[in-house]
């Protein structure tokens, strides 16, 4: 006789919308909990000097498959585990954003050193280095280079959840007016969010076309492809910390154009 925990998903789904118990919900969560585990692993190395708390990560990642499950909708034409990776995402990013952890002078030493940092382009006519920023700002060129690494993890928390909320698969590499297709229903949304939904969408494909080739390969192995940051070195034939450096180089440059819009 087959045990409840090795039945097959569409056992275990057949089961749950017949009795929609705690027990027989847990019984599919157990069976999806790999979903969990592997969108944090993917994260964790982006994260990891922010977010060290693994099973904090792994226990809010539950909390959204948990959601999945009791929302999901079988009759939809949509597979379970692309609909629950988005809300697992979503959770995980939920609860990064509650922790708070850019407070008010940090943003201020941000906001600082970036203001710094494009005076001297206007000045030099090039990038400047930290330790140039950092006699401007009087202040130590470790001390700059810990303030942008803050300001990368920020943005990289807000480009997150830019993605999660319009669209779960994505075409980066070459993204054509119609490549970003989200896959979550407008059903239950009122006009306004939805116009405001393909804004969105129509701004991201945007500024995905000015970044350099390299930039758009790592963004689309990374969020479309979903490969870790390792494999994608080894596919891109450079080192992981290269990989990292690129992604948080497109990050900032998106962030940055997202930030300059929406002051004009």
């Known amino acids: 006789m087959t045990k409840k925990h090795e039945r097959e998903p569409k056992e275990l789904w057949d089961a749950y919308i017949k009795d929609p118990t705690v027990e027989n919900r847990n019984q599919i969560v157990e069976n999806y909990l790999y979903l969990v585990k592997a969108i944090v692993l993917r994260m964790s190395p982006l994260y990891q000097t922010t ?43 939920d609860y990064m954003r509650q922790q708070d952890w850019i407070p008010n002078n940090m943003r201020k030493e941000i906001k600082q050193v970036k203001q710094a940092y494009d005076d001297l382009i206007l000045e030099l006519q090039r990038p ?43 075409e980066f590499v070459n993204p054509e007016p119609d490549l970003l297709r989200h896959q979550k229903s407008s059903a239950g949304q009122t006009p306004e969010e939805n116009i405001l939904r393909k804004e969105t969408h129509e701004e991201l494909v945007e500024l995905l076309r000015t970044l350099p080739e390299n930039e758009r390969i ?30 948080r180089s497109a990050i900032r440059k998106i962030a940055d154009m997202y930030e300059k819009k929406y002051q004009e």
Do not use: W
Request: glycine residues 4%; hydrophobic residues 40%.
């Open 218 to 247: 790592v963004l689309d192995l990374y969020y479309v492809k979903e490969l870790k940051v390792k494999d994608i070195a080894h596919i891109m034939d450079l080192t992981e910390s290269r990989i990292s450096q690129i992604h």
């Open 128 to 170: 400047p280095e930290y330790e140039e920023v950092a006699k401007r700002l009087g202040i130590s060129p470790g001390k700059v280079k810990k303030i942008f690494f803050n300001d990368y993890q920020y943005s990289l928390l807000h480009f997150e959840d830019i993605i999660n909320e319009v669209t779960y698969r994505s």
């Open 51 to 93: 977010f060290r708390d693994y099973d904090d990560l792994i226990s809010n990642g539950v909390l959204g498959l948990m959601d999945a499950v009791q929302k999901f909708d079988p009759k939809r034409n949509i597979k379970f585990e692309t609909y629950a990776q988005r809300r697992i995402r979503g959770a995980i990013l």
